[in-house]
């Protein structure tokens, strides 16, 4: 193995950490959050036509992290100098964030109002990042589709809870 290519492996090999560690934290925080609160809170509230059954939101996030992953491994690879390469990491941070966050507010405070007061911007965030991803690898941009689609869903499952049990 040559130098120059024990040097891009190197930059692979961080770039996974950097994708995937935070991902998996925002994942494993909101497990923490959900987990303890299903049984009997949630399973107990009013839900909306179309709610899926319990069972299906874990295969289905653990698709959606694992796209997300690879979505920001190919912007964390791109061109350091790549113009809107620094906006980009920092919202998908900041919509990794709020990911995390919607769990502890709607499972973990038990507050769907809190809850849809997180995911309105989360969408947004979503959006705005698959549109600062498309300007750099338009993979990594179609990665984030179905996040997108799936927490629109996941928003009107919220507000539906909302409605339903105020």
Do not use: H
Request: proline share 8%; aromatic share 14%; net charge positive.
């Amino acid at each position: 193995m040559s130098a120059a290519s024990g040097e891009r492996r190197l930059g692979a090999l961080a770039a996974a950490a950097w994708s995937a560690g935070p991902i998996f934290a925002a994942a494993m925080l909101g497990n923490a959050a959900t987990l303890p609160n299903i049984a009997p809170w949630y399973d107990r509230l009013a839900k909306p036509p179309l709610t899926p059954p319990n069972w299906l939101f874990g295969p289905a996030w653990t698709i959606l992290y694992v796209l997300m992953g690879v979505a920001f491994y190919r912007i964390l690879r791109g061109d350091p100098a790549g113009p809107g390469r620094r906006a980009a990491i920092w919202l998908f941070a900041a919509q990794l964030v709020l990911n995390a966050g919607w769990s502890v507010a709607f499972f973990g405070a038990r507050s769907p109002t809190l809850g849809l007061a997180v995911i309105l911007p989360m969408e947004a965030l979503i959006l705005a990042t698959i549109a600062a991803f498309w300007r750099l690898d338009r993979m990594a941009a179609f990665c984030l589709i179905p996040y997108a689609l799936w927490v629109a869903f996941a928003t009107y499952l919220n507000a539906g809870v909302l409605t339903l049990n105020s």
